[in-house]
């Protein structure tokens, strides 16, 4: 099946560019997913997830490692689906308006640099589905990613040019 949201994420970034124009243009495609109320990144710094680019209500800046939902992904470098946010022990409630949500990692080196985090206004929006589509996403975005600080990321020439996996994706996607 066809990625649509990959592929405006695909044709929206360019390695070139600073990490945090990347992650704001994608997470406004994101925003396009169905029946969602929030959706964003959580960039990993240390032991804690940091709030980056989003769409939604204000949310909660830090989140430590194994903390809320966030947290568990980072800390088990594994997708969670969660159907009912108020049976999550721990869950970190930023907006009163969510009831399921998921979490994605994105794994470069083998260490997650970030998460993908969308909450649902309904109980049990996200299935197996919704998790192969935001890990491909995920997958993707990982390659604008570097080793060591994320802040500094687009200052390395070297490291901007384009990979021939990122190619690949942009021939597969007609882009
Ligand atoms: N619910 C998340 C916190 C982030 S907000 O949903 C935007 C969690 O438990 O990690």
């Known amino acids: 099946m066809e990625n649509l949201l990959l592929k405006q994420i695909i044709a929206l970034t360019n390695k070139s560019n600073p990490l945090i124009s990347n992650l704001a243009n994608a997470a406004a495609v994101l925003a396009n997913y169905e029946?969602?109320?929030?959706?964003?990144?959580?960039?990993?710094?240390?032991?804690?997830?940091?709030?980056?680019?989003?769409?939604?209500?204000?949310?909660?800046?830090?989140?430590?490692?194994g903390k809320g939902v966030c947290g568990k992904a980072f800390e088990e470098k594994k997708s969670v689906i969660v159907k009912n946010v108020k049976k999550f022990k721990g869950h970190i409630a930023c907006s009163t308006m969510s009831r399921s949500e998921i979490v994605v990692p994105i794994i470069s080196g083998g260490e997650v640099k970030a998460v993908i985090d969308i909450d649902a206004p309904v109980i049990n929006r996200f299935d197996d589905k919704d998790r192969e589509i935001i890990e491909e996403i995920a997958?993707?975005?990982?390659?604008?990613?570097?080793e060591g600080n994320v802040k500094d990321n687009h200052k390395d020439e070297e490291k901007n040019k384009p990979e021939a996996a990122i190619e690949k994706l942009r021939e597969d996607y007609d882009l």
Do not use: H, M, R, S
């Open 139 to 146: 997958g993707f975005l990982a390659k604008l990613f570097i």
């Open 35 to 65: 029946n969602i109320n929030w959706c964003g990144f959580y960039l990993v710094e240390g032991d804690n997830l940091y709030l980056g680019p989003f769409q939604g209500e204000p949310a909660c800046t830090v989140i430590p490692k």
